[in-house]
């Protein structure tokens, strides 16, 4: 997958849309416009947006967000997806009619043949286009639309809003199932406070992470992490440090059976299940006599997980 438009006289099939999270949803879109491009021997594009534009019509009403800019990026480059393209969501684009963004980004920019969304997409100057906007314009100015019908969980359609209720409310085993893959942070290992190194349980943090990535309730949770060449189960503590007076909301986590230095390093740490609340204990022997306590369940969380996991592939 790549990021800049192509020039193809064939010209391409696009789908539009924030795409937060990738759902399950999502990923049948993608699907589908891959293979009519395929077919076609056309490009499959995604346009999508940056920030999200809801950051920039009505900030106060923004959602969080499933997926940064950056773990959109890595998820949509292991689809079959051949162009990501991120558009700046700006006052100028929000102000465009729906004829003034499909002439001008869709036509123009991407050389659009065909059109395939999603069965509830909405676009333009106040969502004011619809499924029939844009039969209507296919018509008149010469490409084809096609909508993909929804994916469903239970007895409702999978939707970004439903996956950030799940995840709002700890229900990390339906967003994983409506995501299609565990529910994951990214970001960069920064240095802490040492603490614990200091009592015999080392931990990495994550620096930064962006204040509009959604985060499930506070916790202690067995997780696994992920960096470049390398893969550790683990526990982790999100939330403040009562013990230690620390309030401030930070996630570190303790690697089992690794202790090399991450600094530096780019991390995907997957929420695997929630063990505890995070509490103050009396003093720090209490505190570590706990923590191996949560270091055997969370060891017995993640070996079930990758029992689960190997029985679903074999199936």
């Not at 346009?47 to 998820?75: C, D, K, M, Y």
């Not at 689809?79 to 963004?101: C, G, H, K, N, S």
């Not at 526990?235 to 009562?242: A, Y």
């Not at 991450?262 to 995070?278: A, C, F």
Request: with cysteine; hydrophobic share 40%.
């Amino acid at each position: 997958m790549i990021e800049q438009l192509p020039r193809s006289p064939d010209g391409t099939v696009v789908t539009v849309g924030s795409f937060d999270g990738v759902h399950l949803g999502h990923q049948a879109v993608l699907r589908e416009i891959a293979r009519r491009a395929e077919a076609a021997g056309r490009a499959s594009v995604l346009v999508t947006f940056e920030p999200h534009p809801l950051e920039v019509v009505n900030p106060q009403a923004a959602p969080p967000l499933l997926t940064t800019g950056a773990e959109r990026r890595e998820i949509l480059a292991q689809t079959e997806l051949d162009v990501a393209y991120f558009l700046r969501f700006d006052r100028q684009v929000a102000a465009m009619t729906p004829e003034e963004f499909v002439r001008g980004v869709l036509l123009q920019r991407c050389g659009m043949r065909e059109l395939v969304i999603g069965h509830d997409h909405g676009f333009g100057r106040g969502r004011s286009g619809d499924v029939d906007t844009l039969r209507h314009l296919g018509a008149t100015l010469g490409f084809d639309v096609d909508v993909v019908p929804p994916v469903d969980f239970g007895d409702q359609h999978v939707s970004s809003s439903r996956v950030r209720r799940a995840v709002g409310g700890g229900d990390l085993a339906s967003a994983a199932r409506m995501l299609g893959r565990p529910y994951t942070v990214s970001g960069v290992v920064g240095r802490g406070e040492r603490r614990g190194r200091l009592i015999g349980i080392p931990t990495i943090n994550l620096a930064e992470v962006p204040p509009q990535k959604l985060l499930p309730p506070d916790g202690v949770y067995a997780v696994r992490v992920e960096w470049r060449g390398g893969r550790a189960g683990g526990m982790m503590n999100q939330g403040p440090k009562p013990t230690f007076a620390d309030g401030r909301r930070t996630l570190e986590a303790h690697l089992f059976e690794f202790d090399d230095d991450l600094y530096g390093e780019w991390v995907r740490i997957e929420w695997v299940e929630r063990l505890r609340d995070v509490e103050r204990f009396a003093s720090v022997e209490q505190l570590q006599d706990q923590l191996n306590r949560d270091r055997i369940r969370a060891q017995s969380v993640l070996a079930g997980a990758r029992t689960d996991l190997n029985r679903a592939t074999h199936a």
